[in-house]
DNA sequence: TCTGGGGTCCTAGGACCC
DNA sequence: TCTGGGGTCCTAGGACCC
């Protein structure tokens, strides 16, 4: 059997289980932007029932914030996968739990023996109730034989009070539970196929079960053909995660639109930077670099523009300067004047491990290994003194001189898992 | 004024080959 | 020049996830 575990609301659960005073009072957990904040990731309950939404930009909804005094906290990402290899570790003492993922910062899925409907949800209780012991974190769980349908036995955990959390769907269970779930709301299923379902008269997941195969795979191939198969109680589905990452990603919505090419390839050349130092952080290198710029899409008034390129490195690297060169090739072949952009972002892939690079015939070896010192000593002052202390010319640009927006109030950052100035105190 | 960031997988179609 | 039939490889973009 299948076990799915998801945490509620795990951001704000996160800074709810380090601040115990806000347990039952409204707190939102926002990205933080000089402008006045970016947008809503998660909230807890008694914020959601204010009528807020994960999703919704800040200043939309900043007089309901102010009105009800919502605590609103910055993501801290670190933070967050910190507590969740927490609970992956109290997870793990636990007895029965085989094949044991880490899905997602916030869900995990596990094996467990077969047993019957109370046994499931007796050992369960245990489970969850050793992980809201041990971290903080309120979590629900859902049973069933595949993982798209213990998705669903979580929907309803999650839902209905009466479960207490845990739901368990066998067998006999499925029709009835299928034809309660939106098919908008199935695993799988995103915003662009479930009009299209809606058009060919699937609402609910049973509806889309119930199809052919033939029909499904016409329409929605591969993928499509997955979910089918795992609604009908056949696994189809692999959750296992490659060993390494296949790309690193850095990218930023800029507070102002700019149309400046100097203000840009100093983005660029930020971003590159903290990408190549998560890839070395990794021990990996990288073999091609893609960068991309995108317009303001939300103001369809000015003219739109986006592009992307990608340049291929002679010899995997993670050397900063290798990358900052390549992406500036890459950033000068898609640089357009005249237009106001609003974001940009650099993308490495082509990822192996750095203990397999392949030498290239027309750089020495002592250029390899100078290079490799230099990363290794910027990395090691920067991580003691803090980040860009030692940087590259590229990075350097003016800062356009705006007036600050009228913010509403974040909480402080605070890095209780990390940083010992932050740790908290146990009475 | 202000609208996130970081990922994976699949496939159609272009560009080649004989 | 055009025509067919059989392939492979690559990549941009779409769709999905959290």
Redesign the pocket.
């Known amino acids: 059997m299948i076990l799915h575990i998801?945490c509620n609301s795990?951001y704000a659960s996160c800074e709810v289980s380090l601040r115990p005073e806000l347990k039952g009072k409204p707190v939102v957990v926002a990205?933080y932007?000089e402008?006045?904040?970016?947008?809503i990731?998660a909230l807890t309950k008694e914020a959601k029932a204010l009528g807020l939404k994960r999703?919704n930009?800040?200043?939309?909804v900043r007089d309901v914030l102010e009105k009800n005094g919502v605590v609103v906290f910055p993501?801290n990402?670190q933070k967050y996968v910190d507590i969740s290899k927490r609970i992956m570790q109290v997870v793990q003492e636990q007895e029965m739990v085989q094949a044991f993922h880490r899905?997602?910062?916030?869900?995990f899925f596990a094996e467990i023996p077969e047993m019957n409907k109370q046994e499931a949800i007796d050992y369960v209780a245990t489970l969850k109730e050793a992980i809201e012991h041990g971290t903080g974190i309120p979590v629900s769980c859902g049973i069933s034989v595949t993982y798209t349908l213990a998705?669903v036995a979580t929907w309803y955990a999650k839902r209905f009070a009466g479960y207490k959390g845990i739901c368990v769907l066998q067998p006999a269970d499925i029709e009835k539970a299928l034809r309660g779930v939106p098919i908008a709301d199935?695993?799988?299923?995103?915003?662009?196929?479930?009009p299209k379902m809606g058009r060919m008269g699937i609402k609910t997941a049973w509806d889309y079960s119930q199809k052919p195969q033939a029909f499904i795979q016409k329409s929605f191939?591969?993928?499509g053909v997955?979910t089918w198969m795992e609604l009908r109680g056949q696994q189809a589905v692999?959750i296992t995660?490659?060993p390494?990452?296949?790309?690193?990603?850095?990218?930023?919505?800029?507070?102002?639109?700019t149309d400046s090419r100097e203000t840009l390839a100093a983005y660029i050349a930020n971003?590159t930077v903290?990408?190549a130092r998560?890839l070395r952080d990794q021990h990996s290198v990288c073999r091609s670099v893609?960068v991309f710029v995108n317009t303001?899409r939300?103001?369809l008034d000015l003219p739109q523009y986006s592009n992307?390129a990608?340049v291929?490195l002679a010899n995997a690297t993670a050397g900063t300067t290798e990358l900052v060169n390549a992406a500036q090739q890459a950033f000068d072949s898609i640089f357009r004047e005249h237009y106001q952009y609003?974001?940009a972002?650099v993308?490495l892939?082509e990822i192996a491990d750095d203990s397999a690079v392949e030498q290239d015939l027309f750089v020495s070896t002592r250029d390899v290994e100078r290079q490799r010192r230099l990363m290794e000593a910027t990395d090691s002052i920067n991580t003691r003194y803090g980040m860009d202390k030692v940087r590259l010319a590229a990075q350097e640009y003016r800062h356009e001189n705006r007036e600050p927006?009228?913010q509403i109030r974040f909480e402080p950052l605070r890095n209780e898992t990390t940083n010992i100035d932050d740790i908290i105190t146990v009475r």
């Open positions: 998801d795990f990205n932007n402008a006045g904040g970016g947008i990731l999703g930009p800040v200043f939309q993501a990402l899905y997602s910062v916030d869900e998705k199935v695993w799988g299923v995103g915003y662009r196929s479930a191939r591969l993928p997955r692999d995660t490659p390494k990452q296949q790309s690193i990603m850095h990218s930023r919505t800029f507070t102002y639109m971003y903290a990408a998560k893609t303001n939300h103001r992307t990608t291929r609003k974001r972002g993308v892939s927006a009228d």
